[in-house]
């Protein structure tokens, strides 16, 4: 296994596309901290920008990691692992191992891009820094489940351009629906509905009404789940979860463990899936 | 005997067929062996199976003597190499990152020996050239490389001279009975060049709608060759007449070309072919070789 990881992460160092994205990560993370920073005259708050990144983890893992795995089977060189009896198991684990450490450090690539602007600019944290870095550890974590369902995909597609196209579609897919799972669930349970305003124009009669629009009940609660269960979905909620005032939400403080949990075991599941598909492949 | 490699019954299906059907077959140790059959017969599905790309259906086979069913065909496979139809290389590396790849994969750390293959297969020169760039007799010089880094007791090559051009095949067929002689390497090869494979092989295998129709060593193959002579006349009716006479086994492949497959007196031949005022142009003593023993075994018109 060792000697396996060992050749993956040297190849994975020579790919131009991970050194592209590192760069464009990073850009974005100046890009990101740098917004702030213009907006504000001094004090400049770091927390709202620090997770802008995770959510496009999805898009990134989906292209490296289709691109990386692809060319085993593009160039065929898949085969002189299993010729000289690298298990099928330790191949994917390898794979999965080596491209896990890509995206987590495409991910801190955002991180240190929001930190040298952070610095530079005297910028600083309110949110308590034990909060901050669980959840840039579940923002790790979302990168890397985000990769191992692009790893399942890329070992069992052998068409490297196919498998490509079918990646991005997927980490769109998820992005949307966990942007509109996100927003259906933060709609309000009661929004104020203005009867009449002053010539002002400042409401003078408001009546509270129900929501159409809020989710109650059993859709509610799968939805929940689901948001916190897809990569997508907890990626939309750490985006949102921060802003110059610091925590959106205080329950974002408890929710990183819970984010955690569901993280290892999509990940786990999805591996155990993917290894167990790759045993049954035909190789050609 | 001691085998590299044994198939029992090995049978492959994909959907409804049957691509290997109950195949065996045995590779004794410091052999080349020749594995001759048309397109479609099975031969890269065989090479497949036991290079551990695929599974058989059913059927077993066993390196060095390690049943596939083990786990520890994966420490037999240590021991072997392969190009399997396209040589397996990475295209964005030179020819010396892909043989540190190879190396990083099982495990050796020094690259001393990466010169001294790269010498070996012709390969001394290409300096940072990406593989990308070779021509398609470099690439297979490259993955034959490969297959030899960390110094294989067993090498299975599909089509290995593909590509290359006169100087190369030359090359090539120097490289493997060095490895082979030298070396002591048993090779496996499928080639569709038999005129090529009769100058390595020292066993055969033929294959046919993914059943083993014959294995023989090159000796007994050599001895099964039937000797002929080969006649031309002026009057083939006449020579037909003289060899019906004598009671010869012959065949007439042209109008006035016959084929004797047993010794005769040229002199009274020509004594008899007189008495029908038919003139004898020419006499060929001939031996039958790979390509037609193939033939006559497979069956084939249809065969490249």
């Known amino acids: ?284 | 005997m001691d085998y590299v490699l044994k198939t029992e019954a090995l049978t492959k299906i994909y959907g409804h067929h049957k691509v290997l059907d109950n195949f065996s077959m045995h590779i004794p140790q410091g052999a080349i062996y020749g594995l001759v059959g048309k397109n479609g017969a099975g031969k890269t599905t065989l090479l497949r199976i036991i290079c551990g790309l695929q599974e058989a259906t059913s059927g077993d086979y066993s390196l060095y003597g390690i049943s596939s069913r083990k786990h520890e065909i994966l420490n037999a496979r240590k021991e072997m190499g392969a190009v399997i139809e396209t040589p397996a290389i990475y295209l964005d590396m030179s020819a010396t990152g892909n043989l540190k790849e190879q190396y990083r994969v099982l495990g050796l750390r020094s690259f001393d020996t990466i010169p001294c293959l790269l010498k070996m297969v012709g390969l001394e020169n290409t300096g940072w050239k990406k593989a990308r760039n070779f021509s398609l007799g470099m690439r297979q010089r490259l993955g034959i490389a490969i297959a030899l880094v960390g110094n294989p007791r067993f090498l299975v090559l599909d089509e290995p001279i593909n590509g290359l051009d006169p100087q190369g095949i030359i090359e090539m067929r120097q490289l493997l009975l060095n490895l082979n002689q030298q070396y002591g390497i048993t090779i496996l090869v499928s080639s569709h060049i038999l005129d090529e494979l009769s100058r390595l092989a020292t066993h055969y295998g033929f294959i046919d709608n993914g059943k083993m129709v014959k294995e023989i060593s090159a000796d007994d193959l050599e001895n099964s060759f039937r000797k002929s002579i080969r006649i031309e006349v002026t009057d083939g009716k006449a020579l037909a007449a003289v060899l019906k006479q004598t009671g010869q086994p012959y065949k007439m492949p042209a109008p006035n070309v016959a084929e004797i497959y047993h010794r005769i007196n040229i002199s009274q031949l020509t004594s008899a072919l007189e008495k029908y005022h038919c003139d004898l142009l020419s006499i060929q003593e001939q031996e039958e070789n790979l390509e037609s023993y193939y033939v006559d075994l497979i069956g084939g018109v249809s065969h490249e």
């Not at chain 1, 994975?12 to 990560?25: D, E, G, I, N, Q």
């Not at chain 1, 496009?56 to 289709?66: E, H, K, N, Y």
């Not at chain 1, 929501?211 to 939805?223: E, F, H, K, M, S």
């Not at chain 1, 979860?241 to 403080?253: K, S």
């Open chain 1, 1 to 284: 296994m060792s000697r396996l990881l060992v050749s993956t992460l040297f190849r994975m160092l020579k790919k131009v596309v991970f050194w592209f994205f590192m760069l464009c990560m990073f850009s974005y993370g100046v890009y990101s901290a740098s917004n702030i920073a213009s907006e504000v005259c001094a004090g400049v708050v770091l927390d709202g920008c620090l997770f802008e990144g995770v959510p496009l983890m999805g898009l990134v893992s989906a292209v490296f990691t289709s691109l990386f795995i692809g060319s085993e089977y593009s160039d065929g060189t898949i085969r002189n692992k299993l010729v000289v009896g690298h298990s099928r198991m330790r191949i994917y684990l390898a794979n999965l191992i080596v491209c896990s450490i890509a995206s987590i450090l495409i991910s801190l690539a955002y991180t240190a891009g929001v930190f040298v602007i952070g610095n530079m600019k005297g910028g600083e944290f309110i949110t308590e820094t034990g909060v901050i870095t669980m959840c840039m550890i579940c923002g790790l974590l979302i990168s890397v489940t985000f990769t191992s369902i692009m790893t399942l995909l890329a070992i069992l597609n052998t068409n490297k351009a196919g498998n490509v196209v079918i990646s991005m579609v997927l980490a769109l897919v998820l992005l949307v629906s966990g942007a509109f799972i996100h927003q259906r669930l933060n709609e309000p349970k009661i929004y104020d509905n203005y009867v009449s305003v002053n010539e002002m124009g400042i409401p003078t009669q408001v009546e509270q009404l129900p929501n159409p629009q809020y989710i109650d009940g059993t859709p509610r609660v799968i939805l929940e789940v689901l948001n916190d269960l897809l990569p997508s979905g907890q990626a939309m909620q750490l985006a949102d979860a921060f802003d110059t005032d610091g925590m959106t939400d205080e329950n974002i403080a408890n929710s990183p463990y819970k984010w955690m949990g569901y993280s290892l075991l999509v990940t786990f599941l999805i591996s155990i899936l993917g290894i167990i598909l790759f045993q049954k492949k035909d190789i050609r």
